[in-house]
């Protein structure tokens, strides 16, 4: 007899924004803000990952968001925009779909809850027809570019993330159609 598994994989309600957001925040703060200044960082945090952003962007129509939860409490998300507001002109997609975000709780970090969502937001370019999912990592973070290159991303290009006065030096990379699921 199998037992259930305790991580359930589902799309964000809108009750899930708060957990959702301080997920964000802790998972986000945990991995970089030594990085910035306190008050760059500071209104990063508040632009890119409130309460209230977190709200709309589970309601936004242009956009996916899976929460993985168990025992009651968010561990990882992913958050998809369905139509890439990346730069297109490196690799030329047509219907290109963006990974905005795919962060664990990082108590759970290489638990597979990130292979999980990454296998779900391939799932969801391929239904949507996507012919490319672009994502932007940063350069100085070699374990999530082996994650992504798991899945068959690669670099195509050198661009640039800003954090208040802080320029970060961040990898473009693109998969092509077909998606794959990860390998293990």
Not at 119 to 148: C, H, K
Request: charged content about 30%.
């Amino acid at each position: 007899m199998t037992t259930p598994d305790p991580a359930k994989l589902r799309l964000a309600t809108p009750d899930d924004a708060l957990p959702l957001a301080a997920l964000a925040r802790r998972a986000i703060s945990a991995k970089f803000e030594h990085l910035y200044a306190p008050e760059d960082y500071a209104a990063f945090m508040e632009e890119a990952h409130s309460d209230a952003v977190t709200a709309r962007q589970i309601a936004d129509p242009g956009m996916r968001v899976a929460v993985i939860e168990e025992d009651g409490r968010l561990v990882a998300f992913c958050k998809l925009v369905l139509d890439s507001t990346l730069p297109r002109e490196f690799s030329n997609p047509q219907r290109p779909l963006e990974l905005k975000q795919l962060y664990t709780d990082p108590d759970r970090v290489g638990g597979g809850l990130g292979r999980r969502l990454m296998d779900w937001a391939m799932e969801v370019a391929r239904d949507r027809g996507a012919d490319e999912i672009q994502l932007t990592v940063y350069s100085d973070n070699p374990g999530a570019q082996r994650f992504y290159h798991r899945f068959g991303f690669e670099k195509i290009a050198d661009i640039e993330f800003w954090v208040g006065n802080h320029c970060d030096p961040e990898f473009l990379y693109a998969c092509k159609s077909p998606f794959r699921k990860s390998g293990g």
